[in-house]
């Protein structure tokens, strides 16, 4: 063999990449980026939406204590500790959903008292309801909290904040 076919084997031999294989090798980790940013994008959305759904479980669960603790006032009858006017008769309950009202400054559920609804533009989102029923033995509260807005936005999505509803007893 002469030397001149030696280096034409040579390069033969000697494999490199061509310009189709890195653009395939390209196109295919774009379509992977892009696959993992838009996972980003979803659990983002995601925890926004158990955010909204943790924020409105607390308001309810705050709302329910708050009645459970105007009971406890009631059925003690201590003079020493005023009872809350916060609008419920446990001696005559009505049924019946009732509205609590968005204002911070309610006597009962705003500041001054329960701080069930805050100052803060965060409350003015939700609307929180309660009922109370007789179960026989027991008093049950249902609170319902739903968002005012169909859900925050990002990037032009809506957020989906389900309502929640938060369940307590109180003994007769």
């Avoid at 479980?57 to 005023?82: C, D, F, G, L, T």
């Avoid at 419920?88 to 204002?103: A, H, L, R």
């Avoid at 925050?152 to 389900?162: Q, S």
């Amino acid at each position: 063999m002469t030397a001149r076919v030696r280096g034409v084997m040579k390069r033969k031999a000697q494999k490199g990449m061509t310009l189709v294989e890195v653009l395939v090798a390209l196109a295919i980790l774009l379509f992977v980026a892009l696959a993992i940013l838009e996972m980003f994008t979803m659990s983002y959305l995601a925890n926004m939406g158990s955010l909204a759904r943790t924020d409105l479980q607390y308001r309810a669960q705050r709302v329910a204590e708050s009645i459970r603790y105007m009971y406890a006032i009631y059925r003690q009858r201590n003079v020493a500790v005023p009872i809350p006017a916060c609008g419920i008769d446990f001696s005559n309950i009505t049924p019946g959903e009732v509205s609590i009202p968005n204002d911070p400054t309610d006597a009962c559920w705003g500041e001054p008292l329960f701080r069930v609804v805050d100052a803060d533009s965060a409350s003015a989102r939700y609307d929180l309801r309660y009922e109370i029923t007789d179960e026989g033995q027991f008093w049950l509260v249902t609170v319902r909290a739903y968002p005012r807005e169909t859900g925050l936005r990002y990037l032009g999505m809506a957020i989906a904040a389900k309502g929640v509803r938060y369940v307590a007893q109180l003994p007769k």
